[in-house]
């Protein structure tokens, strides 16, 4: 089993869980009331920390990618363990965070168990980040329908599918010149090459690279600096260039999931990180990591909590942003990880931390 694992991957889901927490510990630099841009310095330090972070979600996806295309067991397996491990932890932390908000005051304890009963329509709390597990349960609802394609496709079949995937990626600074494009118009939001945009296409692109490029060969690392040197220049450097924005969501377009640049940073990271081995696996540290790696997804819905606390504790005693949004973001980790961690060893923990 230790000789067969591909620690690379435990790699890639560590730094994805360790991105998102710093994500949404520099938001509070440069989100203001209402969705509106920070004034001052903050935003720009942001955009400089943050903007190679943004391969989160997209790393994340892609190792999910990786290992359930194709499928190779029953699909009643398939959702059962999804369903006990994904589903289920997920229904529990949004009670919990219904909870968690009326302790805070944020609302009424009416308001809280309404906001419970509301889980099979949407948050039982709008907590953000749990967005992302809604997204993961359609790409799992997807992944029987395309996992026997990706099992029969030709290289030039998915080649031709990820160049489409690549180019869709590029709508949204097309749209900076031309509105709307290929079918766009105001009754129409589903245009020529919508069905190729989106986080499926990094699903996709994992698949590809198991079947394709899992080699370790010279040129995969080259080519990852370059994706990533190209890609953070085109991400930070938009970012920063639309700072005099008033709305975030002006600012953060180079920051989208769905752009090429975004794309590009995500393959780099997993080329360079795809093949990484350790000479003793049976280290304590690799065994750390792994341990950190089958946490993560428990960590992902716990950290908002912990990063509230260590915000509210930390970020008056630290002048500056560059060292505390990393140092705010660390600290949420770890204890996330120990929390997580003791959470585990208490029956039916899977139904908790996932």
Request: with cysteine.
């Amino acid at each position: 089993m230790e000789k067969t694992r591909n620690y690379g991957l435990d790699i890639l889901r560590v730094l994805a869980c360790y991105f998102v927490i710093q994500i949404h510990t520099g938001e509070f630099y440069y989100i203001g009331a209402d969705g509106t841009v920070l004034p001052g310095d903050s935003p720009f330090w942001v955009g400089i920390l943050n903007s190679l972070l943004r391969t989160s979600v997209p790393l994340f996806v892609m190792t999910s990618g990786f290992f359930l295309l194709p499928i190779k067991e029953d699909l009643n397996v398939f959702f059962k363990k999804r369903f006990t491990r994904v589903v289920i932890p997920f229904v529990v932390w949004c009670a919990l965070y219904a909870i968690y908000w009326a302790l805070l005051g944020k609302t009424t304890w009416t308001q809280a168990f309404q906001n419970i009963v509301h889980i099979p329509v949407n948050f039982g709390t709008e907590i953000g980040h749990l967005w992302y597990v809604y997204m993961l349960i359609g790409l799992y609802l997807f992944v029987p329908l395309i996992s026997p394609w990706v099992a029969t496709a030709s290289r030039k079949s998915m080649e031709l599918y990820l160049a489409l995937f690549a180019f869709a990626m590029c709508v949204p600074f097309i749209h900076q010149v031309f509105p709307e494009i290929l079918g766009e118009c105001w009754w129409n939001r589903t245009p020529m090459l919508y069905y190729f945009s989106g986080l499926l296409g990094y699903m996709i692109l994992a698949a590809y690279i198991r079947k394709y490029m899992l080699e370790n060969k010279t040129w995969h690392f080259l080519l990852g600096i370059a994706l990533i040197l190209v890609g953070y220049a085109i991400t930070a450097g938009v970012f920063i260039y639309r700072l005099d924005s008033k709305y975030i969501w002006d600012l953060e377009l180079s920051w989208g999931f769905d752009t090429i640049n975004v794309a590009m940073m995500t393959f780099g990271v997993f080329l360079l990180l795809k093949n990484v081995s350790f000479n003793n696996p049976s280290s304590a540290m690799v065994k750390i990591l792994v341990d950190i790696s089958q946490k993560s997804y428990g960590i992902y819905l716990l950290h908002i909590m912990v990063l509230n606390f260590f915000h509210d504790q930390l970020d008056t005693k630290i002048d500056f942003v560059v060292i505390k949004i990393p140092v705010i973001a660390i600290c949420s980790f770890i204890t996330s990880y120990v929390i997580i961690k003791l959470l585990s060893y208490l029956p039916k923990s899977k139904y908790i931390v996932g």
